[in-house]
């Protein structure tokens, strides 16, 4: 007999507590709510734990093409007391421009926001034997960097470097196979740009 009025009061305290939970107060969670701006969940990070947010990965901006021209460049080097001697000699002799200058890639190495140009020196056989950085200035193409190097490539670097590859010959190398490369970086520093690594590596 006990048992029986045992047994319904159970039931009725179960219910009382299931419905304090749906209240707005503090007991179940409600679903859609919106969830505290500053409740962010940490992640690890190299530095500790911080906000749950994914780290913005440095991409290297589009540099718009130099509207340089070969012409222009090449009235620039001749008129450049600086530029190595043998280099003006060839960029003075050629007939045409194409003999002895080729467009490289625009880059902004300088950080200007103004693209700079590259461009390879070469002879009538298209042998490259230099290279030359020309920026823009209110008097037209001026040179800011130049280098002499067997059969060069320039690349930008993800970092807004300069990478340049050359061919390095030995006295029993065939002109058609050098024996080793080199591999440079340069940076623009102070107002000029410097070489931060160099590589040697052998030829295939």
């Given at each position: 007999?006990?048992?029986?009025?045992?047994?319904?009061?159970?039931?009725?305290?179960a219910?009382?507590?299931?419905g304090?939970?749906?209240?707005?107060?503090?007991?179940?969670r409600?679903?859609?709510?919106?969830?505290?701006?500053s409740?962010?969940?940490?992640?690890?990070t190299?530095?500790?734990?911080?906000?749950?947010?994914s780290?913005?990965?440095?991409?290297?901006?589009?540099?718009?093409?130099?509207?340089?021209?070969?012409?222009?460049?090449?009235?620039?080097?001749?008129?450049?007391?600086g530029?190595?001697?043998?280099?003006?000699?060839?960029?003075?002799?050629?007939?045409?421009?194409?003999?002895c200058?080729?467009?490289?890639?625009?880059?902004?190495?300088?950080?200007?926001g103004?693209?700079?140009?590259?461009?390879?020196?070469?002879?009538?056989?298209?042998?490259?034997?230099?290279?030359?950085?020309m920026?823009?200035s209110?008097?037209?193409?001026?040179r800011?960097w130049?280098?002499?190097?067997?059969?060069?490539?320039?690349?930008?670097?993800?970092?807004?470097?300069?990478?340049?590859e050359?061919?390095?010959?030995?006295l029993?190398?065939?002109?058609c196979?050098?024996s080793?490369?080199?591999v440079?970086?340069?940076?623009?520093?102070?107002?000029?740009?410097t070489k931060?690594?160099?590589k040697?590596?052998k030829?295939?």
């Open positions: 007999m006990r048992a029986r009025h045992v047994l319904p009061a159970a039931l009725a305290l219910v009382l507590v299931v304090s939970g749906c209240g707005n107060g503090s007991g179940l409600v679903e859609g709510a919106d969830p505290d701006a409740s962010a969940t940490p992640v690890m190299p530095k500790g734990f911080g906000p749950s947010q780290p913005a990965r440095k991409t290297p901006s589009a540099v718009p093409e130099s509207t340089m021209t070969l012409p222009e460049v090449r009235d620039s080097l001749q008129a450049d007391k530029l190595d001697p043998y280099m003006k000699k060839i960029v003075g002799s050629c007939s045409a421009v194409a003999l200058l080729t467009r490289g890639l625009s880059v902004d190495v300088m950080k200007t103004t693209p700079q140009l590259v461009v390879l020196i070469h002879t009538n056989d298209n042998f490259v034997f230099g290279a030359v950085l920026a823009d209110p008097k037209g193409p001026r800011v130049s280098l002499k190097a067997d059969q060069l490539k320039i690349s930008p670097s993800p970092q807004g470097d300069l990478v340049v050359s061919q390095v010959f030995t029993d190398d065939l002109s196979c050098p080793g490369r080199l440079e970086v340069y940076r623009w520093a102070g107002g000029k740009m931060v690594s160099s040697n590596q030829g295939d």
